[in-house]
């Protein structure tokens, strides 16, 4: 038996089959429902659910306050991020009911658009947090980062230690794979968690040409060479993986919370220009 | 197999230090894991790295997985090996040596590549979290927050109270109406597009009637006030009918339901109404009631419903009799000689098509019914005017025609030019008195001419003992409450809806269709295979020949 629970089956789903409660009440209320007039949201039904779904989106974003309380709280933090996510998603269906389909190029369509965008970027959000941990972990197989990179400086060493009985220019080629091969870097290389550039990959390219110019008594230490530098090209590879998987699951966020706080500012200057121009 | 496992350290200054464990095992167990025999605890050995056992009597080495594993530097996965072997895994030494005392085989274990602290990692590693690499959150979030209020609700909020700050809003292309407006403006009031004070003269406040009866100053009554006072018709504001901002929609609404509130159970409002429920055309609108004159003298008219079993019938005062004027093989004409008539001969549309005019008769039925009244004088017509005002023109025609000779008596003498004696002139008179009786009772009057329409009362019987015509009353809208369109209906023939004029002698029957008529193409807004008929298609609510719903004093319109 698995002692994990994923957040999006908390409790055997009880976010969501509430969030699918609400939902469902909101579609046949407003499938129902005739105003006078066209669905608006200043229909009766149309504040009801403007009303709620502002409720939502305080209560959503309170939970980066909860987040950040260490204490033990009433409800657990898995509960809360359970809730958040089927909340969030019922949140694009009621707000989307309370404009009654009706957009402009105005303030009020503007609050819209920022919510899609941040249910948007935490619909990324779900994805990552449900695949990726499970990626990382079988990428690691059983390493930490830490082990990954301390492995590499051995194989930095071993390498060094190989090309002691190899003429010079092997030395050049080893020295390409120490200096050039970048781990990290700008926002593109984490991201793709690929480097074109490798100076790994160059050094073995290199080794490779200069291993036909050998005598045949280098074989075994231009073997020994070789090996070390497909070893290191594998776990350079591991690593990158391994960062490339952490950037997506951080990199979301960056649009997501600030995008939160736009679509606050907009939701209250919504709610407060609708009584406005009453 | 006993193995003697000997854990060699060497320390700064050359010595030798060593601690020795027995174990006896058939295969030694070389990794991380603490259940190997040897147990060695480097990062860089695996958990279960290697065994070396003793196979068809020799020492056999094999690396578990794929570790790396040499045997005298070579790289092998397996390989036989012997005292004076040297076996690398990680950075461990093994070396096997012969035997001492009871034990087998000798195997040392060394150290040789210790990790080092603060080693360089082999390869440049930069910025491993985004947030080096990115603004933070929290900045970010300020940002768009301040900004956002900024831009959505305290400009547009300021361009409110100052014309500066709108004007240089609208400037900036960002015109604040435009992006607080919630959709767009119905196309009667585009006019008002970026005055939004037209209309919302108050923060706060829903837009009053006297913005509307600004302009609209000629609003009617839907129900007269002192018949009855209904909180929903004397406070209603008029935004909440007329919708604005819903540019796509009319802001005429023609919603049933609008309606129906009040109209599905009047008794709720009105327990004294004598008007029937109606909640959709298709099922339980009412019979309709034209209005139909039932006295022309007293001027009394009433509504009748068409359910009634006998045909309705109207007493306007006037004869017609559309069987003969329909005949097939047409009437007589006096120019042409026979004309076949049609419906819209007489019955014409008004400008604009909608209703019908009202039959005149000196445009409709002069060219026929001619109303000359002496042979004599046959382009001589009479008016179809008042009796009196007849009756003087024919007495001044034969007043006129005695006093030219030819036409007189020949006890009359006298040449022309010579003026009348004075009993002459009596005798004229009496003979011009004495035609004019006999023209009125056998031509005019009491014969064929005003009786083949009207009915005539004679001087014994009349009030006034002259000539009368009973007053006639003529219908000018059967159904005054509804509007009906002639001119959308022009596929239509006549006689479709109004029946039996091939029939009737007597143009008494009213020829009003049934309700049942119009629901072969109309239904109610729902309808899908009929065409949808909301309230609204046939009737209005602000009905012109009652007072001003909101007078223009007393919406007390303040200055924006």
Redesign the interface.
């Known amino acids: 038996m698995s002692l994990h629970e994923s957040f999006l089956v908390y409790r055997n789903l009880l976010y969501p089959k509430v969030a699918t409660a609400m939902t469902g009440a909101a579609l046949v209320w407003y499938a129902v429902d ?1 105003p ?3 669905p ?3 229909t009766w039904l149309g504040y009801t659910l403007g009303t709620v779904a502002a409720l939502l989106v305080v209560w959503l974003m309170w939970f980066g306050v909860r987040k950040r309380r260490y204490g033990p709280g009433e409800w657990r933090l898995e509960a809360w991020l359970s809730g958040h996510v089927y909340f969030g998603l019922a949140l694009a269906v009621i707000a989307t009911l309370h404009t009654g389909f ?1 957009f ?5 369509t ?1 609050a819209y658009a920022l919510m899609m965008m941040v249910i948007g970027s935490g619909l990324f959000g779900i994805y990552v947090y449900a695949r990726y941990p499970r990626l990382m972990t079988d990428n690691r197989r ?1 390493e930490t ?1 830490r ?1 990954m ?9 071993e390498s060094r230690a190989a090309c002691l009985n190899l003429p010079d220019d092997f030395a050049a080629a080893v020295r390409i794979s ?10 593109r290389r ?1 991201l793709s968690g690929v480097d074109r550039n490798c100076g790994t990959t160059r050094a073995l390219a290199r080794i490779e040409e200069l291993a036909a110019t050998v005598p045949a008594k280098l074989d ?1 230490p231009v ?2 060479l070789r ?1 070390e530098l497909q ?2 090209q594998a776990l ?1 590879a591991q690593v990158r993986l391994d ?1 490339r998987y ?2 997506l699951m ?2 979301w ?2 649009v997501h ?6 679509l ?3 939701l ?3 709610i ?7 | 197999m006993r193995w003697l496992v000997r854990f060699i350290t060497r320390r700064a200054g050359g010595a030798i230090s060593h601690s020795d464990q027995p174990v006896e095992t058939a295969i030694l167990r070389f990794g991380r894991g603490t259940a190997n025999e040897v147990y060695l605890p480097d ?2 050995v695996a ?1 279960g790295h290697a065994r070396l056992g003793l196979l068809d009597g020799a020492f056999v080495v094999a690396a578990s997985g794929g570790n ?1 594993m040499t045997v005298n ?3 092998v996965a397996r390989a036989v090996v012997q005292p004076g072997d040297e076996i690398g895994i990680g ?1 461990y030494r093994i070396g096997l040596n012969e035997a001492e005392g009871d034990h087998d085989l000798l195997v040392e274990v060394e150290l040789v ?1 210790p ?2 602290e603060g ?10 979290q ?2 080096a ?2 603004p933070s ?1 929290r900045r ?10 900024a831009v ?2 305290a400009l ?2 300021a361009a ?1 109270y100052a014309k500066n700050v709108r004007s240089m809003l609208t400037a900036a292309a960002l015109p604040p109406d ?7 403006i119905s196309a009667p009031h585009k006019n008002l597009v970026g005055n ?1 004070q037209a209309c ?1 003269r108050e ?5 009053a009637d006297a913005a509307c009866v600004a302009c609209h100053k000629t609003v009617h009554h839907h129900v007269p006030p002192q018949q009855l006072r209904l909180a929903e018709l004397q406070l209603v504001r008029c935004g ?2 007329h ?1 604005e901002h ?1 540019g ?2 009319p802001i005429v ?1 023609h ?1 049933q ?2 309606c129906t509130d009040c109209h599905a159970d009047l008794k709720r409002k009105d327990k004294e109404t004598t008007l029937e429920d109606v909640s959709d055309f298709t099922s339980t609108h009412p019979e309709f009631r034209p209005t139909v004159v039932v006295d022309p003298a007293k001027q009394l008219r009433e509504r009748l419903s068409l359910a009634a079993s006998t045909p309705l019938v109207e007493h306007s005062g006037l004869k017609f009799n559309h069987q003969k004027h329909l005949d097939p093989k047409g009437v007589r004409d006096p120019e042409k000689g026979t004309v076949v008539l049609t419906c819209t001969d007489c019955h014409k549309l008004e400008p604009g098509g909608k209703f019908i005019r009202p039959t005149r008769m000196e445009t409709e039925c002069q060219r026929c019914h001619r109303l000359q009244f002496d042979e004599t004088a046959p382009r001589r017509q009479l008016p179809h005017g008042e009796p009196a005002e007849v009756i003087r023109i024919v007495a001044d025609f034969y007043a006129a025609r005695s006093l030219s000779r030819g036409v007189i008596p020949a006890t009359l003498g006298g040449l022309p030019g010579e003026p009348l004696a004075e009993a002459d002139r009596v005798e004229a008179r009496e003979w011009a008195d004495e035609q004019t009786k006999i023209t009125l009772r056998k031509i005019v009057f009491g014969g064929g001419m005003c009786g083949t329409c009207h009915t005539v009362v004679p001087p014994e019987a009349s009030a006034s003992k002259n000539w009368e015509i009973a007053p006639v009353l003529l219908t000018r809208r059967w159904m005054p409450k509804a509007e009906f369109d002639h001119s959308k209906h022009g596929t239509l023939r006549c006689q479709e809806c109004h029946m039996g004029a091939e029939r009737s002698t007597t143009s008494e029957i009213v020829m009003m269709p049934k309700i049942a008529k119009c629901r072969e193409c109309h239904g109610g807004p729902a309808a899908t295979a009929a065409v949808p008929s909301p309230c609204l298609l046939c009737h209005i609510f602000h009905r012109a020949n009652l007072e001003l719903m909101r007078p223009a004093e007393a919406a007390a319109p303040k200055r924006p």
């Open positions: 005739s006078r007039g066209v608006s949201g200043s009706r402009h190029w105005n303030i009020h503007l059983g980062l082990s990179l301390i492995k590499l400086a051995d194989i930095d060493r120490h200096q050039e091969t970048r781990i990290g870097g700008s926002l984490q075994v073997m020994r090996r070893r290191k350079v960062l952490k950037a951080e990199i966020l960056y919370v600030p995008l939160a706080f736009a606050l500012a907009a209250t200057a919504h407060v220009l609708v009584f406005f121009y009453f | 990062i860089r958990f790396l530097g070579i790289p950075p590549n990790l080092e080693s360089s990692q082999g390869a440049a590693i930069t910025g491993l985004l947030a690499l990115l959150k970010w979030s300020w940002v768009f927050f301040l900004g956002v209020i959505t609700l547009p909020v409110f435009r992006m607080v407006s919630s959709g767009t939004c919302h923060a706060f406040a829903k837009v909440v009918c919708q819903r796509e929609e609404r919603d339901a609008f």
